[in-house]
């Protein structure tokens, strides 16, 4: 039986497809490393709305200072949305810096603050601002172990998969390998 196109070439099997069906290294890093960011977006995301809603409700008082801290990386994560649907590398590297100099160091204060390393509520008058007189978040929550241990998790390998992206959309490094 034949094709609509008309009989089979003479002398293949079907298997000579092998060499015509290969995608180029960076466009399959770049799909793999899309969809884990829009993942880990997603969940900065999440996370990021509820801590502002909780500002908007209860008042930025009741926060802690690293907890405002990574409130402040949050509009980054639309930058990043931005950069990924539209594969802008200056946004995404800009959602990066963002997250290098705001999220990843809060999330790492806040958990060492709340495991009890670092005194957080004296921070306070450091800084000549007033205590909050109550705290939404309690000082030892093992929910928020969970859920800033995930988060510290999910920016370091947003970080990994930024400059994996990144490489694999740079054209320039793959032209001065290939001369």
Request: glycine content about 8%; hydrophobic content about 40%; some cysteine.
């Amino acid at each position: 039986m034949s094709s609509k196109a008309g009989p089979r070439a003479e002398g293949t099997d079907g298997s000579d497809w092998n060499y015509r069906e290969k995608v180029a290294v960076q466009y399959v890093t770049s799909v793999k490393y899309k969809n884990a960011m829009k993942r880990t977006l997603l969940y900065h995301g999440m996370l990021g709305t509820a801590m502002f809603a909780t500002a908007v409700i209860a008042g930025i008082n009741c926060l802690y200072v690293w907890q405002v801290l990574w409130l402040a990386a949050f509009p980054t994560c639309l930058i990043g949305f931005r950069g990924i649907m539209k594969n802008k590398s200056s946004f995404l590297s800009l959602y990066g810096v963002g997250l290098g100099l705001c999220s990843v160091p809060a999330c790492i204060w806040g958990l060492f603050a709340t495991a009890g390393y670092v005194p957080h509520k004296e921070f306070y008058s450091l800084v000549n601002l007033p205590k909050p007189t109550r705290y939404l978040i309690p000082d030892s929550n093992y929910v928020f172990y969970f859920l800033g241990g995930t988060t510290l998790c999910s920016h370091l390998f947003t970080l990994v998969a930024i400059k994996k992206l990144l490489h694999s959309w740079d054209v320039t490094s793959r032209k001065s390998k290939a001369q």
